[in-house]
Every structure is written in C-alpha cells, then in structure tokens.
C-alpha cells in the first residue's frame, strides 16, 4: 500500500470510534489539555492517552508543549484527505436521493385504512365551524 493509503486507513480507523469522533469535534474549537478533553467522559486520563495516541499515530492531532501542559491540536490534512476520498462518492449519493425524490414525488400515498383515518364525529360533517378569537 502507498503512504496515502495507509494514512487514510489509519484515519479512518481512529474516526471509527465515537469518543475519538468527539474529541477531534473538540478540538475543532481550539487546542485543548488531555484534562479538558477527559472533562466530558465517564473514562480515567490513562484511557483518554490512549484514544489520543491513536488520533496522534493517525496524524489527526498533535501535542504541543506549554510549560507543565502538552495541548493537543487538530491537523487538518489527514482530515483532509479523509473528505476529498468522500467527496468521490458525493454524484452517487446525489443521484441516489435525486431518484428516490423523483420516484416519490411520481407515486401517490395509498388511502389511509379507515381503522388508522381520523374519525370526525357525524354531529360535526358538514357543520361550518368558526374559530372563537
């Protein structure tokens, strides 16, 4: 396999799994210490290490050091990456849900059964009502 191969699997292997999924969504707001993206999980800092070892191994985040803190950042080219390979299949979805609309907008919906049609008591058919301001 190529570079660009592998760094596309490895990205898409970290993005599989939702905590890495929120801290990447974390980060696109700014750099962050591994304290401040623990804050929102019910998880230990040495299982947060772990899930940032896979995102910094896929090349999806970095650490910088700040005296005592090392914040972790976001990379943007293997996100990148990641987009244009989906972008390649943006005319297939397109054309999917273009004839799913087209096919739905052909059909008419099937008369309500009368078990499931609003029931309308016979004291008001035909009664013109009006609304009381």
């Known amino acids: 396999m190529n570079t660009s191969t592998d760094t596309l699997n490895q990205a898409f292997a970290a993005l599989a799994d939702p905590t890495r999924r929120a801290i990447v969504a974390r980060?696109?707001?700014?750099?962050?210490?591994v304290n401040e993206l623990a804050a929102p999980f019910n998880m230990t800092q040495p299982s947060i290490s772990k899930h940032l070892k896979v995102l910094e191994r896929a090349g999806l985040i970095s650490r910088g050091r700040a005296a005592q803190t090392r914040p972790c950042r976001l990379e943007a080219a293997?996100?990148?990456?990641?987009?244009?390979?989906v972008e390649l299949?943006?005319?297939?979805?397109?054309?999917?849900?273009?004839?799913?609309?087209?096919?739905?907008?052909?059909?008419t919906p099937p008369p309500l059964p009368t078990a499931l049609a609003p029931s309308i008591p016979t004291s008001v058919k035909g009664k013109k009502h009006v609304r009381k301001q």
Do not use: C, H
């Open 27 to 33: 980060l696109a707001s700014g750099e962050a210490t």
């Open 78 to 85: 293997p996100l990148k990456q990641v987009a244009n390979w």
């Open 89 to 107: 299949y943006r005319d297939i979805w397109e054309e999917s849900f273009g004839k799913l609309d087209t096919f739905l907008q052909s059909t």
